[in-house]
């Protein structure tokens, strides 16, 4: 079995966690590598539920945060393993993962090892799945099996946020757009009704489409509605009855899953529309005294976070949540992920910052 | 082996013909037992390539007529073996393959044998892999093993055409307009540039699309532009970078597959336009002497044939050519496919009052 020295530094941390492949579906030889290094410390009680882990200080503190990071990644493609490489000489670590969100996790292994004692309780999860559909995400399934670890006054997730404090996030809906029509041989079309043309309005009013920008409680959050399938035809010489035109609306915190389905009924209104999926955003919550404090120590200005990630399950819950993480999320999943090492290290004194003791 | 016996009712033949299944590349248990019965007439000079036969017949006449139908069908769907039915007090035959085109097959079989000393020399061709793509046809394939079997002053093609004469075929050319944008995360949309959004023209194009009515040689052929399918589409949370609209042109006989092309690129001037598939169309020919003289002898009143037959190879050879046979286009690779058992008869007279000695 691998083993993981939680007492490397952040960035030797990020290449090791990095070179153990845990693509989405294959991260047991992670999460046993991760179990075997936190369990040598005893300050950390933990806990295994499939290849999520939890590691909790229980210190008698007032107050407890949550922080918590994916082990997964998504598919490797040539890009494992990770190298040192430089870039406008600046030092970086390139490969799968190092944004999303391994360098993230590097950091909170090594805090979680060094932080005997912190200021506030901590419960450390790290968990799987998070790269695919919502059903498996692996916390989600914990917050099912255990949702007695799930108490918390704030809570952080190491989803990559350029080294600054992401705050809340945009909710998603998917829906889709249906065109009917009736079949008929192409060679006698007229007999037919082309349901592909009838998807013409659709289109069109996508492309005339202007998002909006929201502000809530002092972030704006833009929105977006976009196509991100579009599909019809029976064969090549058939008029097909039907289209199908997937769209995918990226809404504002402060609608509720209810408002944006209403919205997106109205742009399509006089066609068949059919929510397949949506998830609420969440709200910053930057206005809690924990996030304040959070936030003066680890000196970021805090932003919106445009795209739905894991701290929406913290926020349903009631517990305030943000994303803080080192890398560039423009550079998650993409074959070039790279994440300056300076990042790292400066997300780990922000973290270490604010919770050594006073 | 199934046999099959020539001298039956072109209504039993047709059952004959139908119950031994021919779907396209796997028609030579069918064309074995045309070859066995054709053999045992002495008139005939039987040549067979691949799963097709031609029958000569060789008497010295002055004009010669090609006589051709495809032996196989499109799948099958529960609907063979065939049935005697009613429908409205009148007797049909249903099932695969009757009225595409084994109804048609029967008569020319049943006329093949029975026509020792016809008016004119009689080349029948029965071929195979007509329902399928192009390159596969076995009159192609004939056309380039054999060119010497194609001589002839007029040719029949025994395709559905209700008992009446089609003249000609509109042509065909599928192309496909492609639009093009940049990849982003769905939910930073305004990074990217969205593929889908730009085909709204394309598909308004086609909405607005009126059709060409076209007199060529008298008949009046209907044109037609159909997308048939669309597609474009990464992932539920991508924006994606590219769109293809498969767009179906039919097109009037009076033009080529170069016109058919510029016309096509000129409705989607802006966009890039892949041609990818083109067929010339075929005109009527119905000012032959021999085409009229048929036209008379049958008493059928010549339409336009609107779908793409091989009646076009026989027009690309400088031999005029129509459509003649049972049954009806719109029942061809329908469930119910199914034949009036009095338009069969009707054909064998037709055919039998124009070919036989005067």
Chains 1, 2 share one sequence.
């Not at 991100?228 to 058939?238: E, F, L, P, Q, S």
């Not at 009855?241 to 009924?265: G, I, S």
């Amino acid at each position: 079995m691998p083993e993981l020295d939680l007492t490397a530094t952040s960035a030797d941390l990020t290449r090791a966690v990095c070179d153990i492949p845990s693509v989405s579906g294959d991260e047991a030889s992670l999460a046993d590598a991760i179990e075997a290094a936190v369990a040598r410390y005893p300050h950390l009680e933990v806990t295994r539920d499939g290849d999520t882990l939890v590691a909790r200080t229980d210190t008698g503190k007032a107050q407890r945060v949550v922080i918590a990071g994916h082990i997964d990644t998504v598919p490797i493609n040539g890009n494992v393993p990770t190298r040192n490489i430089e870039q406008d000489g600046e030092p970086y670590i390139w490969g799968r993962g190092t944004v999303d969100m391994k360098s993230g996790l590097a950091v909170q292994l090594k805090l979680a090892a060094e932080l005997v004692d912190p200021r506030v309780d901590l419960t450390w999860m790290w968990y799987d799945h998070e790269e695919v559909d919502a059903a498996s995400n692996g916390l989600n399934r914990l917050s099912q099996n255990r949702p007695d670890l799930f108490v918390g006054d704030f809570a952080i997730l190491g989803e990559p946020s350029n080294g600054q404090v992401e705050g809340g996030c945009n909710g998603t809906l998917r829906a889709v757009v249906r065109t009917h029509g009736v079949r008929a041989h192409s060679a006698r079309s007229w007999i037919g009704e082309n349901a592909i043309h009838a998807a013409a309005p659709v289109l069109a009013r996508l492309a005339e489409y202007r998002p909006r920008d929201v502000a809530v409680e002092g972030l704006v959050y833009r929105e977006g509605l976009n196509a991100v399938r579009i599909g019809g035809g029976v064969a090549g010489n058939v008029v097909p009855d039907l289209c199908e035109v997937e769209v995918n609306y990226r809404f504002a915190p402060n609608h509720t899953v209810a408002q944006a389905a209403d919205h997106v009924r109205n742009v399509f209104e006089g066609f068949e529309v059919e929510i397949t999926d949506a998830a609420a955003g969440a709200r910053p919550g930057l206005d809690a005294p924990l996030a304040q404090e959070f936030l003066a120590a680890v000196g970021a200005e805090p932003r919106p976070k445009y795209g739905w990630t894991d701290v929406a399950r913290f926020s349903a819950l009631g517990i305030p949540a943000v994303n803080y993480g080192p890398g560039d999320a423009l550079l998650a999943h993409h074959d070039e992920e790279r994440v300056p090492i300076a990042q790292i290290e400066a997300v780990e004194q922000g973290l270490r910052a604010w919770l050594s003791p006073r």
